[in-house]
């Protein structure tokens, strides 16, 4: 059950790590506006995959109790 709260909080940290490298477009280097955009979509989609999957498995938890 933690582990489905910390996916939540970890998909929420994926998706502002998404937008901060879109604005800044900097990430360990400086990047390229087009290679910004890309990595930053990327960990926003992921950011969101995280958050959908940890509310599919905290409701499959909720249904099972």
Request: no cysteine; aromatic share 18%; glycine share 8%.
């Amino acid at each position: 059950m933690l582990f489905n709260w910390l996916s939540l909080i970890t998909g929420l940290f994926y998706i502002v790590l998404g937008v901060v490298v879109i604005i800044y477009k900097f990430f360990i280097i400086y990047l390229e506006p087009n290679i910004a955009y890309s990595l930053g979509g990327l960990l926003i989609l992921y950011g969101i995959f995280r958050i959908v999957r940890a509310v599919y498995r905290i409701r499959q938890n909720r249904d099972e109790e």
